[in-house]
């Protein structure tokens, strides 16, 4: 008898154990080339981890979503079925850092019953998302993001721009600006949340970059360490409960509570795409396509978008000189822009804050000093159009009503500011602004919000965004390295997109001369830096921060600004190191820009331009003077032969910087 009990025992113990392992499903996900690596675990819990050529980039991180009802998607559940496809097709893009991208991946979809989670193996990343299939409505009560690194590695770490003493909810309501500190994991300000795209180090000078892409109706994701060392965790704003107008100049939506849930749904809907892009070296980097492949592609005619150029009024504070009238917010003012504007073939002129009535959120209240349909007629016949700021709120109450009014006027578009969230309701109304606005053939630069998502993809008529702790910050900062900066962003914000920096400057300082003026603001780092910078940033709708008065004083480098085009044919990222220097080759037509910044080290450095191909070539430089160390606008300008070899020598002053137009002979 216990023999027989024993067998039973047995018989029933290895039948469990079959059972255990059957339940468990794993599934290995390559790239095209094999590089990289996705190995996805499914069983009670859904987890993955990512290979480089073997090396163990991320380890097993759990994902997993939770709904209002008690539902789980990742947990428990029962897998129904899986399929695979491979996809190898080129994008056309319209308003972009290159016309044509290759779309190429392996991808794998995992079935269950009310729900999907698709896996995208790209030669440069690995990306997943889940799928709802509900045919009702549904909340999202928490999602489980997880990025478990393998080592206490350091990362490039962006802040929210909060105090220490703010709660995590403070810390929703924040302006996506701050400088990165380079810490390790362990390290982490335990009392901050950090802002996504964020780089973390690994093997052998690879690099992580964690981004998402396709946001479209769901909160953004903030970054935080998880319970056990080296995971960090992804950290999403409530929906808000109740909210009030307020803010900068009454021109916001001031949460003050939240609900108990992150998103709430009318039935099936794809939630956003987590990427981890994984980079061989730093330049790869600096010209990932990955955000803009993963986005949802856009649906009618844009060929209407105009990219372009614009002579900004707010930075300089107005300031002209040489003039016989009161410069400031009126029609003599914006008038002189558009001349400015119209002479140096810029596209735009922007009238800041400042021509709707303050305090009133109202974007039919114009400034008595302002005569608008004066100024649109003036621009047009100067071939030159106008963009109007526009606070958030009052922008949003009356979307449909402003867009219709303005666009028949003739604006052209809006810079909308002071969204300064991403929780569901703020990141769909940037979808219901790009929708709205492109029924009336209007542009829109996001400012004051979140970095890009791929939004810009399915909307072209958004053609900018902020999300960045650009240039305006020398008007006030005082213990700010914007030059260090400079060198970062090209390797993590810019993965996101593009960024509304508004380069520039005409007044330039070494490290030792540069003080804080808000009313006649200076950069940090040679006049050559800023020129480069029209080319390092991508910025399809690119502004000149400084005064007319300014630029005309400067006649060779405002030809040049203006020449450089905000929409390109071809990018190569040709080398860099994040925080230390770049350098970023970008094709219009027969033409080639290259440009390269340093931080705050003088730096030689050799620029290979095989990528020009056969015949001889010419290039326009721009280069620090022999004494930008000491006085930062010393710059010359030449014309010079390319090396036969392909082999261009450079050097670049401390903050300096180094830009040449390349066309044939």
């Known amino acids: 008898m216990k023999k027989n009990y024993l067998i039973i025992l047995a018989v029933f113990c290895t039948a469990l154990f079959s059972m255990t392992v059957s339940a468990q499903k794993l599934f290995n996900l390559k790239s095209p080339n094999g590089k990289l ?219 003050k509570s ?63 000189y040489n003039v016989d009238f009161k410069t400031g917010v009126n029609n003599q003012t914006y008038k002189y822009y558009i001349d400015f504007a119209s002479k140096y073939g810029i596209e735009y002129v922007i009238l800041d804050e400042g ?22 007629a003036y621009a047009k016949s100067k071939n030159v159009g106008l963009i109007l700021w526009a606070g958030f709120h009052a922008f949003d109450r009356d979307m449909e009503a402003v867009c219709k009014h303005y666009s028949e006027m003739g604006i052209k578009g809006f810079k909308v500011d002071f969204m300064d969230r991403d929780d569901q309701v703020v990141v769909d109304f940037h979808r219901r602004g790009a929708e709205t606005a492109a029924k009336y053939k209007m542009m829109l630069d996001y400012h004051g919000t979140y970095k890009p998502t791929g939004l810009q993809r399915t909307y072209p008529n958004v053609i900018n965004f902020e999300g960045v702790n650009g240039l305006e910050q020398m008007k006030w900062a005082e213990n700010l390295d914007q030059v260090t900066y400079d060198v970062t962003i090209p390797f993590i914000r810019q993965v996101a997109g593009p960024m509304d920096y508004t380069q520039g400057a005409m007044r330039n300082a070494t490290k030792g001369n540069y003080r804080s003026v808000n009313n006649e603001a200076m950069s940090q780092g040679t006049r050559c830096r800023q020129l480069a910078e029209y080319v390092i940033f991508e910025s399809p709708l690119n502004m000149l921060c400084d005064s007319p008065s300014n630029y005309m004083a400067e006649q060779e480098c405002t030809e040049f600004i203006a020449a450089v085009p ?76 390319i090396p036969a070899d392909r082999k261009l020598p450079i050097s670049m002053a401390p903050g300096g910087g180094y830009v040449v137009k390349i066309t044939k002979k």
């Open 37 to 255: 690596e996705a190995v996805i675990n499914v069983g009670k819990t859904v987890d993955y981890s990512v290979l480089h050529n073997g090396d163990l980039m991320l380890d097993k991180s759990t994902i997993s979503m939770s709904l209002s009802d008690g539902t789980f998607y990742g947990k428990d559940a029962k897998l129904s079925g899986s399929s695979t496809k491979t996809v190898n097709q080129t994008i056309s893009a319209q308003v972009y850092k290159r016309k044509q991208i290759k779309d190429n991946y392996n991808e794998l979809t995992l079935k269950f019953k009310d729900h999907s989670i698709l896996f995208r193996a790209y030669d440069d990343g690995i990306a997943y998302r889940f799928v709802s299939a509900s045919k009702k409505p549904f909340a999202v009560q928490g999602e489980q993001v997880e990025f478990n690194f393998p080592a206490d590695s350091k990362a490039f770490i962006n802040y929210t721009n909060k105090q220490e003493s703010a709660t995590f909810d403070e810390q929703f309501f924040n302006s996506f600006e701050q400088p990165y500190v380079h810490n390790l994991l362990s390290e982490w300000n335990k009392k901050r949340l950090a802002i996504s795209p964020l780089v973390v180090e690994g093997v052998k000078s690879k690099k992580v970059c964690i981004v998402e892409a396709d946001l479209l109706n769901y909160p953004g994701m903030f970054l935080y360490p998880g319970d056990k060392a080296n995971i960090l965790k992804g950290i999403f704003a409530p929906y808000p409960k109740d909210v009030e107008q307020g803010g900068h100049n009454n021109l916001q939506m001031v949460v």
């Open 566 to 641: 905000t929409v390109w044919d071809n990018t190569v990222a040709l080398n860099g190191e994040i925080a230390k220097y770049v350098a970023i080759a970008r094709q219009k037509g027969d033409a080639w820009y290259v440009g390269a910044l340093t931080n705050w080290d003088a730096r030689t450095m050799e620029l290979d331009l095989s990528f020009l191909g056969e015949g001889n070539f010419k290039g326009e430089v721009f280069k620090d003077g022999v004494n930008a160390d000491r006085v930062a606008k010393d710059y010359k300008k030449e014309i010079i032969d």
């Open 355 to 376: 021509w709707a009535v303050n305090l009133k959120a109202d974007l039919f209240q114009v400034v008595p000093e302002i005569n608008l349909p004066e100024l649109v």
């Open 258 to 320: 939240r609900e108990n849930f992150l998103a709430k749904f009318d039935g099936a809907t794809n939630f956003p795409w987590r990427v981890v892009i994984v980079s061989e070296k730093d330049s790869d980097l600096a010209d990932s396509d990955m955000v803009y492949k993963l986005a949802t592609p856009s649906q009618g005619d844009y060929s209407w978008v105009k990219p372009g150029k614009v002579a900004w009024d707010w930075w300089n504070d107005w300031n002209l």
